[in-house]
């Protein structure tokens, strides 16, 4: 491995990383805008980066913009938002090939990192506003996107599991915030929101991947130098407190198979330890849920657990037929109950260590998640790496990983049933 | 055994073709630098292969829909171990998949290589079924499909497969019925790993931080050799024309899902390459984010970013498609076929013809940026009868003339049919 790793604070709440490898033949670039959950600004803030990363005021068009990045030997760009933990996220990121790969000399890296600077920077405008019609037609597709949230029976059970679990906090709200926040907005009052964005946000850019970033780095830091002196800091962790009682919610649609979503909260566990224990109970498949409620009870075909470190939180999900449900419940509750009570192997725990270990070294492998795991690292406050976390892993004891199973309480039970199906005409 | 080094300049990389003596193909891609392996242990066996005949046979064999997936389960299960116990001790990652042409093995690991790849090719070889071991899967399996019917964008694909042959099995779901599933033993089972798991029949493509040698050493001490069966696998006859203009179903979906297919001639090797490369270059152009037919329909909202093009095909099927989410996925049929007569009509820009392919230039670098998906590349490419860098080859000499000449023949109004899922109404 070759992986070189550097952070440098460029002032004003603006932070750049850059994780080169020659082996890759791509190079990524993210740009993190984030603040703290609002409800107010979710929906403007997720329109937000589909409105950024479609086109900008040197591609006024989506259709000339797509071409141009078809010639750059299909370099992309692309906007996500979402909400994790404390941290609200805007990103707007692009991806292209190494310069060594063109076969005419063209600068590809350069002029994709000059495209994406374009749409942070440079959105294209009318009246002081987002131009409209770009803007209508992201609008419609998330409101079409929240309308087709149902589709996916699994996706929208955990959805529904985590609104309970998470009841009272911002993390139970969609990231969109509401259907009826999306209608309303306009090309004007989205851009008021990106203005204030670029003013008061934290904002992480990683540059990863095989190529020479000097020249990128440099074009980077100058747009997006500032004097700013005050910027939102939002904090990665937001534990989730548990509920005095577990509660039970059920939902029914037209499924052919139910989905059980069980949510565990820990109090005051340690991560690693607890990460392991995850791992050990429901990650694998030679996990205590895989060999027993599916190879064992032969109750469904999946079954896997879940930890979510910002939440402090465990989700266990899992595809059952109706009638089951009660029974892999119990089933998932007892192979815990069995962790707390150190009722595993030696050779178990090696195999979950080992397991881990390969999930941690094989990050080195792809650009774009070193880029996040360098990113989520600075989030947290720390600057393991991923070798350094695979140290921390294998450290955890046989008693660790007992005493964090035995704080592990159950929250919320979720299941998603079935009514009578649809017919084929 | 026979070792060839195969070598491409465009993208600076090279693979190792081996037969070995036991009949088994072995690619290797050593890939410097990188962390992980990955090994894929593959048979050209799939879903689609329900009919077969090897020289033992008088007869050809019917067997029920989805028992290559079925087979696929039941391997992980030896008679002395649990298979992902074993891998626990290598801390290797492993899983299969079944498609409609292959069934595949694999591993990614980034230690204890050696021990992985012996682990994998024992397994694979050693066949372990009991009626209990049987029927206790059948539960697993039912509970695949049903999670598989509860999605529709899998649904409204199957669906449009059903409408576009009358007779090809790929219109089939790969895993088979809760019913046809329930006709499979343990003597079926054996049947068809002893016809289709013969090592002339399957491939192993290895990418990543491993050495050539060490891979033919562990295949050495490992694989059995196999005699030659001469199995053939047998289709129906298939029309040129669709079965169903339109397939409809009710399912509870926020959004109606549609998806659209043309039907085409089915090929094979290099010319099966070209009309893939020709299909995705036509579609994009006609159809993708870069052409104004999206610009237009998304702006007014008929289509949104769900909506997107591919291409399948295989052993007597070739199809093309597009899929997505709309409140009017009849509208969005009507107007891609209106849009297929403008530009046979006006005719496509050649310097976009270019561009799309130093876009898919782009996409096979990528390829081999990234183990698992060159291993994957290595194996698919053998399973369609071609090598891993022969679409690199196609795609250079592709010409516009030639692609623009092939519309009337891969995208055929005549011969397409609409598939919708439309939402559940009170």
């Known amino acids: ?425 | 055994m026979k070792k060839e080094l195969i070598e491409n300049s465009r993208v600076g990389e090279k693979y190792y073709r081996i037969i070995h003596p036991t009949g088994l193909t072995v690619y290797v891609m050593e890939l410097s630098g990188f962390s992980g392996t990955t090994a894929m242990f593959g048979t050209k066996y799939g879903s689609v292969n329900t009919s077969f005949r090897t020289d033992a046979d008088e007869d050809i064999a019917v067997v029920p829909e989805g028992i290559a997936h079925f087979l696929e389960h039941k391997l992980f299960e030896n008679d002395d171990s649990q298979v992902y116990d074993l891998f626990a001790k290598t801390g290797a990652s492993a899983n299969a998949y079944t498609s409609f042409d292959s069934t595949v093995y694999y591993f990614d690991c980034t230690s204890n290589f050696e021990e992985s790849l012996e682990i994998l090719l024992d397994f694979v070889q050693r066949p372990y079924f009991t009626k209990e071991t049987v029927d206790k899967e059948q539960g697993i399996i039912a509970q695949e499909i049903k999670m598989c019917e509860d999605n529709p964008y899998r649904r409204v694909y199957f669906n449009l497969l059903r409408a576009i042959y009358h007779n090809h099995p790929v219109r089939t779901e790969i895993a088979g019925t809760v019913e046809s599933i329930g006709k499979i033993d343990a003597e079926l089972l054996y049947r068809c790993y002893n016809t289709f798991y013969n090592l002339n029949n399957m491939v192993l493509a290895v990418a990543g931080n491993c050495k050539v040698d060490e891979v033919i050493a562990v295949a050495d001490r490992m694989l059995r050799p196999c005699k030659n069966i001469g199995l053939k696998t047998f289709f129906p006859d298939e029309p040129e024309t669709v079965a169903a203009d339109c397939i409809t179903e009710k399912m509870s979906v926020g959004v109606p899902v549609f998806s659209i297919g043309y039907k085409c001639a089915p090929s094979s090797g290099r010319e099966l390459l070209k009309r893939e490369y020709a299909s995705a270059i036509l579609m994009s152009m006609l159809f993708g984010t870069s052409s104004e037919f999206y610009k237009r329909n998304s702006e007014s909202g008929l289509i949104n970013p769900s909506f997107e093009t591919e291409t399948d095909d295989g052993e007597g099927y070739f199809m093309n498609s597009a899929s997505g989410e709309s409140e009017d996925p009849k509208r969005v049929y009507e107007l891609m076929n209106e849009e297929i007569a403008r530009a046979k009509r006006e005719g496509l820009s050649r310097e976009e013809f270019e561009e799309q392919k130093k876009s898919r230039y782009g996409t096979l670098v990528r390829m081999f940026n990234n183990v698992s998906a060159s291993a994957s590349g290595l194996l698919s490419a053998h399973i369609a009868g071609c090598g891993a860098f022969d679409s690199i080859e196609v795609l250079a000499n592709l010409e516009f003339d030639e692609v623009y000449g092939m519309i009337g023949e891969l995208l055929d109004p005549e011969r397409s049919s609409l598939s919708v899922i439309e939402p559940i109404t009170e």
């Not at chain 1, 079409?144 to 955990?158: G, H, L, Q, T």
């Open chain 1, 1 to 425: 491995m070759q992986t070189e790793f550097r952070r440098e604070d460029l002032g004003g709440g603006v932070g750049l990383i850059t994780v080169t490898d020659p082996k890759f033949k791509t190079n990524c670039i993210n740009v993190r805008f984030l603040t703290a959950f609002s409800k107010d600004k979710a929906p403007a803030l997720a329109l937000l980066s589909q409105v950024l990363s479609s086109l900008s005021a040197d591609y006024p068009d989506s259709a000339l913009m797509s071409r141009k990045l078809n010639s750059l030997y299909g370099s992309w760009i692309s906007g996500y938002s979402s909400q994790r933990g404390g941290i609200y996220e805007v990103s707007v990121s692009a991806n292209s090939l190494c310069d060594r790969y063109a076969l005419s000399g063209e600068k590809i890296f350069e002029e994709t990192a000059e495209i994406l600077l374009g749409c942070i920077f440079r959105p294209e405008l009318e009246n002081g506003a987002f131009a409209e019609a770009e803007f209508n037609s992201r609008k419609l597709s998330l409101l079409s996107a929240i309308d087709s949230e149902i589709n996916d029976k699994r996706a929208y059970a955990v959805t529904l599991a985590l609104e309970t679990a998470y009841s009272g906090e911002t993390s139970a709200e969609r990231f969109y915030g509401s259907r009826e926040g999306v209608e309303a907005l306009t090309p004007k009052s989205v851009y008021e929101v990106y203005l204030e964005l670029l003013k008061t946000a934290k904002i992480e850019i990683t540059f990863s991947g095989g190529g020479d970033f000097t020249e990128a780095a440099k074009m980077f830091a100058s747009a997006f130098a500032t004097n700013r002196t005050d910027w939102e800091n939002p904090s990665y962790y937001y534990p989730s407190p548990l509920k005095p009682e577990p509660a039970f919610r059920e939902t029914e649609l037209e499924v052919s198979q139910a989905s059980l979503i069980m949510v565990f909260k820990t109090l005051d566990a340690e991560s690693c330890a607890l990460t392991v224990m995850c791992w050990l109970f429901g990650e694998t498949p030679f996990s205590k849920l895989f060999l027993n409620v599916r190879e064992k009870l032969s109750l469904c075909y999946t079954c896997s657990a879940s930890y979510f470190d910002t939440k402090s939180a465990i989700a266990v999900v899992c595809g059952v037929d109706a009638e089951n449900t009660e029974r892999a419940k119990n089933e998932i509750l007892r192979q815990l109950s069995l962790i707390a009570e150190g009722d595993f192997t030696d050779s178990e725990l090696e195999g979950t260590k080992l397991a881990l270990e390969n999930e941690y070294r094989s990050i080195y492998d792809k650009a774009s998640r070193l880029g996040d795991w360098y990113y989520s690292q600075n989030a947290k406050g720390s600057s393991d790496s991923p070798e350094g976390k695979m140290k921390k892993l294998w450290a955890v004891t046989r008693e660790e990983v007992i005493a964090a199973a035995e704080k592990v309480k159950l929250d919320t039970v979720f299941v998603l049933r079935g009514e009578e199906k649809g017919s084929e005409q």
